[in-house]
């Protein structure tokens, strides 16, 4: 069976919801969504999925347990001044090598899926692992790219032709046994964890795992017919829209990634904050698909730069104003 898989807690409840009737869109009630939980705060999603049979949340503890511990490993130097494993859900995702689906797309919640996703599907017949971004453009955000040892890891053309963003790629079930992760680790505790960049969690761990064990990556940036790959990010302002769907210079957009946006805008958003957002008349009617009488109807474009909240020393005053 295939599905597409997600990652979510309560605080992405609206961007969830937008993802799901998104998927609904192109697919209806046939494509199953299995949602890996960030943390334990998952009662909105239960709630909202109750009414969507297609949709269940990952369960499998042991399965989550054996990833939590993984990172624990891949990952040691994300810990804080107490020397505790500050341990971020992210990483979750990799769950859906344990399965439910044969072959799977995994995409983060704060993507709205635009057109079918068959040739990624098919493309799971040639390859292990199948993207679709210009994340190879920007390395650094992946790996360090300062270290020496980078290169003695992969060398330049496997830099350029597999790097990947973690946000949205398919692969299948069953890749990354027991005998497998744990040569990972043994590799990244012989040294090679020098060459993950400092700042990142789970995307350089997801690269290393698919490159360092010799997986087959196939990005289409790279294989389809010059001139009909498109973007996928927010950070792209040319899109063009039409009937709910977004354009590239004519070619169909496959997916928007709402990418380095804090959820904290689009829910306040839903709410009836008017701030900026990147296609937010999208978003909006995605989110608002089945509820349109809850959308929120702004009658003023919303301001440049958000009001910067009051200063520390502000509020204190007011506090006191308030106290008198």
């Not at 810990?79 to 995409?107: E, I, N, Q």
Request: some cysteine; hydrophobic content about 35%; glycine content about 4%.
């Amino acid at each position: 069976m295939d599905g597409i898989c997600t990652l979510c807690n309560d605080r992405m409840f609206d961007q969830l919801v937008a993802l799901l009737n998104s998927i609904e869109v192109i697919y209806g009630s046939q494509m199953p969504v299995c949602i890996f939980p960030y943390d334990e705060q998952t009662e909105k999603i239960a709630a909202e999925i109750a009414k969507r049979p297609q949709v269940f949340i990952y369960d499998d503890q042991e399965s989550i347990d054996r990833w939590d511990e993984f990172m624990r490993q891949a990952r040691p130097d994300k810990m804080d001044s107490t020397k505790k494993f500050r341990l971020y859900g992210s990483h979750r995702r990799f769950c859906a090598f344990d399965g439910p689906f044969d072959k799977f797309v995994y995409m983060d919640a704060d993507i709205l899926l635009l057109d079918t996703l068959d040739l990624i599907f098919a493309k799971l017949d040639e390859y292990d692992c199948v993207t679709y971004d210009f994340q190879f453009y920007h390395p650094e955000f992946v790996y360090n790219v300062q270290s020496p040892k980078l290169l003695e890891v992969f060398d330049e053309n496997r830099l350029r032709n597999e790097i990947f963003c973690a946000g949205f790629y398919a692969s299948k079930r069953g890749l990354f046994d027991e005998t497998e992760r744990r040569w990972l680790i043994e590799q990244l505790q012989a040294g090679e964890a020098e060459i993950f960049k400092t700042t990142g969690h789970d995307q350089p761990v997801a690269n290393y795992m698919f490159m360092r064990t010799n997986k087959r990556i196939c990005n289409l940036s790279h294989v389809l017919p010059e001139g009909t790959a498109t973007g996928c990010t927010v950070t792209s302002k040319h899109f063009e829209e039409k009937d709910h769907a977004l354009y590239d210079n004519g070619n169909r957009v496959t997916y928007l990634h709402y990418v380095g946006i804090s959820p904290r805008i689009p829910e306040a958003i839903c709410a009836g904050e008017n701030l900026k957002l990147p296609y937010r008349d999208l978003f909006l009617h995605y989110r608002f698909l089945h509820e349109p009488e809850k959308r929120p109807v702004f009658s003023e474009p919303p301001p440049e730069k958000p009001k910067a909240p009051p200063s520390l020393l502000k509020r204190a005053m007011n506090k006191l104003k308030l106290l008198r």
